[in-house]
């Protein structure tokens, strides 16, 4: 009996000990969050009242709403009554709507943006934005609004429309032919979300592509049709997975995204088919600095069109590579950053605003039409561009970032310039 006793009386002290560790969730609410509704806010956290307390979850949650475009920082009160903690999420919310002015120059152009942007639309995430680009003293546009989620389910939907104008070179066995370059595309899809950070986006749009070849040529008599008009179909799937934490503009983490695209010519009822993958890969380093580096590869099935997918632009992939300076039926592409903050107060009048530094490097080939893939691996026609430049950032709008670079080539004198933009590079 005595032992008997003695079990039940340990069993008793460790049944009270633990209930004394055994803390609830109480309330779950939001602060600071002017035009963010909550119920938007309530689908990024896993805290739940009523169920046990958990540290590890309170900062998963902190770290998923950091994420958010929305917001700018978060922190946490804890309020213990009894056994209960009541939890208080502090937002503090970013700038998400704010026009787009912006200009930037490369070798041979230079143009402008005027329109807005809204990546809290509503107060949901809903994104919305609107432009009139001048680029190559040709008129562009474009209007898209996104639905991540209709209601409380995992599904949304995007809508699009796109003109884009602009001085395009091609490439026939004979030469470079210049045309004049117009694209108009009309678009739909549907949003899937597996998790917070994984979604799937299956799409439709219908565009037209008309070509006019310029008067003047660096060849006499060039080949290939003096104009052109292709109508398509173009049946999208975008996948992607994102493991990336945002502090303010800092970033750390990775992200993935494949786009494979069916694209039917109505014109002579032929398909070809591209696959585009984009790596990215973040690393703090200290306080104040961040490396960054993202990796593309692409593939076209038409590889003896002049008319080609993938283009080498400054404003895109190559800094100081020029204006449209060649195509190809495949890429790849490996830029390289490291940023470091000279400037990101915490406290005073210019709290809000921080000054990067960046070195960077872009290197990448292209597979020119007709080709094959060990052009890929010939040094001759890689490009291989270093150089550097500063970001002016306001901190508390996402991707508030003016952006100035100076590249040039390594490896063939002369090839050199300024690329200034809107937002970071990648």
Not at 163 to 174: G, V
Not at 266 to 288: A, L, P, S
Not at 316 to 324: E, H, Q
Not at 379 to 401: C, S, T
């Amino acid at each position: 009996m005595k032992y008997i006793f003695t079990f039940f009386a340990l069993f008793t002290v460790f049944f009270c000990c633990a209930q004394q560790d055994d803390f609830r969730t109480g309330s779950v609410d939001f602060s600071g969050n002017k035009k963010t509704k909550s119920v938007y806010l309530q689908r990024f956290i896993a805290a739940e009242s009523g169920a046990e307390y958990s540290e590890e979850t309170t900062k998963q949650d902190v770290r998923r709403l950091k994420n958010l475009f929305a917001v700018a920082n978060v922190g946490v009160r804890r309020d213990t009554v009894g056994r209960r903690i009541d939890l208080t999420y502090e937002i503090t919310e970013a700038l998400t709507l704010f026009p787009l002015l912006s200009f930037g120059t490369v070798t041979g152009n230079i143009w402008y943006q005027i329109g807005f942007t809204d990546v809290n639309f509503r107060g949901t995430g809903n994104q919305i934005t609107a432009f009139y680009r001048n680029n190559d003293k040709r008129h562009n546009g474009a209007f898209y609004y996104r639905v991540p989620y209709w209601g409380r389910s995992k599904f949304g939907t995007a809508v699009s429309f796109l003109r884009w104008a602009s001085i395009e070179p091609t490439y026939f066995p004979e030469g470079e032919v210049i045309y004049d370059y117009a694209f108009t595309s009309f678009g739909a899809s549907g949003i899937y979300e597996f998790a917070i950070d994984h979604n799937i986006e299956f799409g439709a749009n219908y565009f037209v592509e008309e070509y006019e070849k310029l008067a003047e040529q660096p060849l006499q008599n060039p080949p290939g049709p003096d104009r052109l008009t292709l109508p398509k179909l173009l049946f999208k799937t975008n996948h992607r997975l994102a493991k990336l934490n945002y502090h303010f503009f800092y970033l750390d983490g990775w992200d993935n995204n494949i786009i494979l695209e069916n694209v039917y010519n109505i014109r002579d009822g032929g398909w070809f088919h591209v696959i585009k993958n984009d790596f990215r890969y973040f690393k703090r380093v200290g306080e104040r600095g961040n490396f960054g580096l993202r990796a593309r590869f692409g593939l076209s099935s038409n590889i003896n069109t002049p008319f080609a997918p993938f283009v080498l632009d400054s404003q895109t992939n190559i800094r100081g590579a020029g204006n449209r300076r060649d195509r190809g039926t495949g890429v790849v592409l490996l830029n390289t950053e490291y940023r470091h903050a000279f400037l990101d107060p915490d406290r005073g009048k210019l709290k809000n605003f921080a000054i990067q530094g960046v070195a960077f490097t872009d290197i990448g080939n292209w597979r020119s039409p007709g080709g094959n893939a060990a052009e890929f691996f010939q040094k001759d026609e890689a490009r291989f561009f270093a150089g550097g430049g500063f970001r002016l950032i306001y901190k508390k709008a996402y991707n508030a970032v003016l952006r100035v670079d100076y590249g040039f080539d390594l490896f063939r004198k002369g090839e050199r310039g300024w690329v200034i933009g809107a937002g970071q590079y990648f």
